[in-house]
T-cell receptor
């Protein structure tokens, strides 16, 4: 079935640094979603991508839908302490009635 | 109140107890979902309801029993749980899970501890 592989699994960075994380699949996805989950809370949608090659920004966050439709990346510029959390990519599984498939997450830690 | 709400936020129960988790969405969506999130594991889809009909049961043990009385409310009834069922239980909603560009919105979760 369709699986999403996120990397890196965790990152520990200095405040002010830029961050880049990605999500890859062996199968094509028609939608890519990026969520952030704060400790003890549910995931919150950050960015949704619907077209191959699409580049979308949300404040300091930028995400791109890969041309091959098998990958997506999320960049965070000038990180701040509140960026701490787990970032998940997700996409509808074409082999399972469009049920969302989630990546394993990238845990981001920011050192002030 | 807007978005997706869940109650209680925290629940501690014994293995012989019966309890229920509640989810309510104020987004006018037609699909609702239950997920289980355990430490260091990806989100696990448990149940899906679309227009109040259960369309997905992802091989969930019968000690978890969902109920969807209408498109805005979703319950998860719990009985004779095991300690390994301790996890964060997340509810989500979306416009229609069959949609190609359907996007799910999550509640804050219920942190369940089974003693």
């Amino acid at each position: 079935g369709q699986q999403l592989n996120q990397s890196p699994q965790s990152m520990f960075i200095q405040e002010g640094e830029d961050v880049s994380m990605n999500c890859t699949s062996s199968s094509i996805f028609n939608t890519w979603l990026w969520y952030k989950q704060d400790p003890g809370e549910g995931p919150v949608l950050l960015i949704a991508l619907y077209k191959a090659g699409e580049l979308t920004s949300n404040g300091r966050l930028t995400a791109q839908f890969g041309i091959t439709r098998k990958d997506s990346f999320l960049n965070i510029s000038a990180s701040i302490p509140s960026d701490v959390g787990i970032y998940f990519c997700a996409g509808p599984n074409l082999n399972a009635g469009n049920m969302l498939t989630f990546g394993g997450g990238t845990r981001l830690m920011v050192k002030p | 109140e807007t978005g997706v709400t869940q109650t209680p936020r925290h629940l501690v129960m014994g293995m012989t107890n019966k309890k229920s988790l509640k989810c309510e969405q104020h987004l006018g969506h037609n699909a609702m979902y239950w997920y289980k999130q355990s430490a260091k594991k990806p989100l696990e889809l448990m149940f899906v309801y679309n227009f109040k009909e259960q369309t997905e049961n992802n091989s969930v043990p019968s000690r978890f029993s969902p109920e969807c009385p209408n498109s805005s409310h979703l319950f998860l009834h719990l009985h004779t749980l095991q300690p390994e069922d301790s996890a964060l239980y997340l509810c989500a909603s979306s416009q229609d899970h069959r949609g190609r560009t359907d996007t799910q919105y999550f509640g804050p979760g219920t942190r369940l501890t089974v003693l």
